[in-house]
């Protein structure tokens, strides 16, 4: 398996709070990528990493911000919880070698609730 | 743009039998193509992947996949299921392993 850890694993907020997921990887690959998983929706991209201090936004990126001061940290914020936000997160990593053994290897994933 | 579509959103097999999976794609150059599974409360497993040569990919767990350029697909298939298979099943697609764009999934239930 992949060294990628998520913290924390579960968490119950209320609206309007500040939140901070965290994604660690030993691995040492280049890209890292946050995610939301919600029924029917299968997974959605929020944000990703590039690099150390290199992000970009994803197809669901309002409401939320990321940073990446080391290659094996990429913290997703929400700066202020709403009820919509309430998902699974998943945080994946993938490497750019262009050989083709490129995958996404993906976290155990952080349920949050935001009531 | 890019986008998946899996036209099932639950699947109901019994034990032993065949299994197909099925998923489209739109992509405008020749795509990376990946299955992924997911257990209830885990992560996601890459079950198998194509990005060039033989069109029939072999992947973990017993499953297989063929890309089939002319009808913008990548079918997942396993010959005899078994009940541990249950799981939920994701498509994706992308250009290497960057930005994959991920179809809704299909849900596998098993009879016993």
């Known amino acids: 398996d992949a060294g990628i850890t998520q913290s924390p694993r579960h968490k119950v907020t209320e609206t309007g709070t500040p939140v901070t997921l965290r994604c660690h990887q030993t691995e040492n690959h280049r890209y890292m990528y946050w995610y939301r998983q919600d029924p029917g929706h299968g997974l959605r991209l929020i944000h990703y990493?590039?690099?150390?201090?290199?992000?970009d936004k994803g197809e669901v990126s309002d409401g939320y911000s990321v940073s990446r001061s080391k290659t094996e940290d990429f913290l997703l914020t929400l700066e202020s919880a709403t009820s919509s936000q309430t998902s699974v997160y998943f945080c994946?990593?993938?490497?750019?070698?262009?050989?083709?053994?490129?995958?996404?290897?993906f976290g155990p994933g952080t349920r949050l609730t935001v009531l | 743009a890019q986008s998946v579509t899996q036209p099932d959103i639950h699947i109901t097999v019994s034990e032993g039998a065949s299994l197909e999976l099925r998923c489209n794609y739109s992509?405008?150059?020749?795509?990376?193509l990946f299955w992924y599974v997911q257990s209830p409360g885990q992560g996601l497993q890459l079950l198998l992947k194509?990005?060039?040569?033989?069109?029939l990919v072999q992947g973990i767990k017993g499953f297989e996949a063929e890309f089939k350029r002319s009808q913008s697909s990548f079918n997942l298939r396993k010959p005899s299921v078994h009940w541990s298979d249950a799981a939920e099943y994701f498509c994706a697609v992308g250009q290497g392993a960057q930005k994959l764009v991920f179809g809704q999934g299909t849900r596998l239930t098993i009879n016993p």
């Open positions: 990493s590039y690099g150390v201090k290199d992000t």
């Open positions: 994946a990593i993938s490497e750019s070698s262009g050989s083709g053994t490129d995958t996404q290897y």
């Open positions: 992509y405008g150059a020749t795509p990376y």
């Open positions: 194509y990005f060039s040569g033989d069109t």
